[in-house]
Nanobody, 125 residues
Framework: QVRMVESGGGLVQAGDSLRLSCAASGRTFSDYTMGWFRQAPGKEREFVAAISRSASITDYADSVKGRFSISRDNAKNTVYLQMNSLKPEDTAVYYC??????????????????WGQGTQVIVSS
């Protein structure tokens, strides 16, 4: 089992930047594909970004392409989400997720095996 703790959320203004971190423990971190999802009030949890085990491949939702960047440090068991040019519509609870399957960068929630508790991001206009 993988346990994950997100951090780095907060209240920012439109146009600002934030970097979220997700620290994992329990199993070999590099064995997992990692993803970030978010859930706004009254909405379904949606895919934001994913990164392969070796960090060689990434994928992003269209809504964040060019503004957000996912990365990982396997030596530190941590995945990051750098968020630039934030917009009010980015307001949500952000969750990191881990996927044990060897291949793929899925965008569906059901494809991920473990989840963190989330960190709140609020972007004011």
């Amino acid at each position: 089992q993988v346990r994950m703790v997100e951090s780095g959320g907060g209240l920012v203004q439109a146009g600002d930047s934030l970097r979220l971190s997700c620290a994992a423990s329990g199993r070999t971190f590099s064995d997992y594909t990692m993803g970030w999802f978010r859930q706004a009030p009254g909405k379904e949890r949606e895919f934001v970004a994913a990164i392969s085990r070796s960090a060689s491949i990434t994928d992003y939702a269209d809504s964040v392409k060019g503004r957000f960047s996912i990365s990982r440090d396997n030596a530190k068991n941590t995945v990051y989400l750098q968020m630039n040019s934030l917009k009010p519509e980015d307001t949500a609870v952000y969750y990191c997720a881990a996927r044990a399957a060897r291949y793929g960068l899925p965008s569906r929630r059901s494809e991920y095996d473990y989840w963190g508790q989330g960190t709140q991001v609020i972007v004011s206009s």
